[in-house]
């Protein structure tokens, strides 16, 4: 059963706080993808996603309502940043690559769904290539019984840790060179010539842990058909494929106040133009069109509209939404309601060294009015002031913590964050006479 948009949103809300505009823009999109896909094959090819434009300054959580959205359907997603592309005759990626990254994600996707579906019999046949190794230099262990009996013991312990620290000598399958083209560009001379080049091992010594590891990887890859697994991923990345475009306001050829060293800016809107309208894109795993993928493109506008992205793009992003800067309430909220919150994270890291961290209600309430204060005296950094803040607050903490001591109870309440961030707080008091 397909979640409808209100269950799309109330999963968002687990790890998102507030946005609500933007939540209900790409629930909706998403669950239009699955009526597209039970509508009658002539109306279904001409109907193509309503892309979205997302506004708003930096962590408010542009990027992580799409990753978030692709990661709750198992959909193929790519996150780009349109600074990093260059128009057709400069120096620099070409447009196209999004759509071969979107391609090798959706690859990755469902070659890791293969793998877990055949892991059992991988593990199997990489026990037993283990075993084999092995009898040889174990056997003397376990005198006075048959081969197939030490094999079975051998296959037990290796299926715990007995033996992961040993070292072992086995044979594995050579990586393939990269060739370096030119500086942050290389190929994968297995990728071209596959099939043409004969697969070589080597022998190599390595702790028994690091051979089953190996071994494992070996042995899915024999039991996966890839040619199953590529034809799947194309057809993911063209249906389900999300394509998430950051910074795109920086390629506005009015932003810095209407002039701009960069003549690439408009050029790169032009390229960019037919693959959101619907193209096909040359792969190594074949063509793949772009017609029915969904682009989120976002960025902050500070010095530029989306209006002035060329008439033909904007058309081509029907929807636009606007998050808002996060204030002292929704500060709080990210802190205390949000599943795997940074303090549970805090929690979670210190209890390793024996440190059992206690965040009074009062003290969380001071963390979020700092971190109100901090965004509005410097960069609006939004969510990710968070960070710097519990970084800072908890160092004294996180660097004399050894976990050779029982465990300790450390309470933090207001007056322990005014003491650890008394700069800071200083700081605004001073700024109040200040003109």
Excluded: C, W
Aim: no cysteine; aromatic share 6%.
């Amino acid at each position: 059963m397909e979640l409808s948009p209100k269950q799309i949103v109330s999963e968002l809300d687990r790890f998102i706080i507030g946005q609500d505009e933007a939540k209900k823009a790409v629930a909706i999109a998403l669950r239009n993808r699955y009526r597209r896909s039970k509508l009658p094959k002539e109306m279904r090819d001409e109907i193509t996603p309503k892309n979205i434009i997302m506004k708003g300054p930096t962590g408010v959580g542009k990027t992580e309502i799409a990753r978030r959205l692709a990661k709750l359907v198992k959909a193929p997603f790519v996150k780009v940043e349109a600074t990093k592309y260059t128009e057709v005759g400069y120096v620099g990626r070409d447009v196209e690559s999004m759509v071969r990254d979107l391609v090798e994600a959706a690859i990755l996707l469902v070659k890791s769904e293969r793998m877990a579906e055949v892991r059992d019999k991988a593990e199997e046949n990489a026990i037993n290539r283990l075993v084999n190794v092995l009898f040889n230099a174990k056997k003397d262990l376990y005198a006075g019984k048959s081969d197939e009996e030490v094999k079975e013991i051998l296959k037990k312990e290796l299926k715990g840790d007995r033996f992961d620290n040993e070292p072992v000598e086995v044979e594995i399958l050579e990586e393939p060179k990269q060739m370096p083209l030119m500086p942050g560009m290389e190929i994968n001379l297995g990728d071209m010539f596959g099939p043409m080049m004969p697969k070589r091992r080597k022998r190599k010594t390595m702790q028994v842990a690091d051979a089953k590891r190996i071994f494992l990887s070996e042995e899915s890859d024999r039991l996966i058909d890839m040619d199953n697994v590529n034809t799947e991923a194309l057809m993911r990345a063209e249906q389900n494929g999300i394509i998430f475009i950051d910074e795109i306001d920086k390629i506005t050829s009015k932003s810095n106040g209407g002039s701009s060293p960069d003549v690439s800016r408009e050029g790169v809107q032009r390229d960019i133009l037919p693959i959101v309208e619907g193209s096909t894109v040359s792969t190594k795993y074949g063509p793949v069109k772009t017609d029915y993928m969904l682009f989120i493109a976002a960025g902050a506008f500070h010095m530029s509209r989306v209006e002035d992205l060329i008439p033909e793009l904007q058309g081509r992003f029907p929807v636009t939404v606007e998050l808002s800067s996060l204030g002292y309430e929704d500060f709080v909220k990210i802190l205390t309601k949000t599943e795997n919150s940074l303090i549970v994270q805090y929690q979670a890291l210190l209890k390793v060294d024996n440190i059992n961290l206690e965040f009074q209600k009062d003290a969380i309430e001071e963390i979020a009015r700092v971190a109100v204060l901090e965004n509005e005296n410097s960069e609006n950094i939004g969510a990710r002031r968070l960070h710097t803040i519990i970084e800072k607050l908890l160092e004294d903490i996180s660097f004399n913590a050894t976990g050779d001591h029982p465990l300790i109870n450390v309470k933090i309440d207001k007056q322990y964050v005014h003491e650890h961030l008394e700069h800071i707080l200083k700081e605004y008091d001073l700024k109040k006479f200040i003109l």
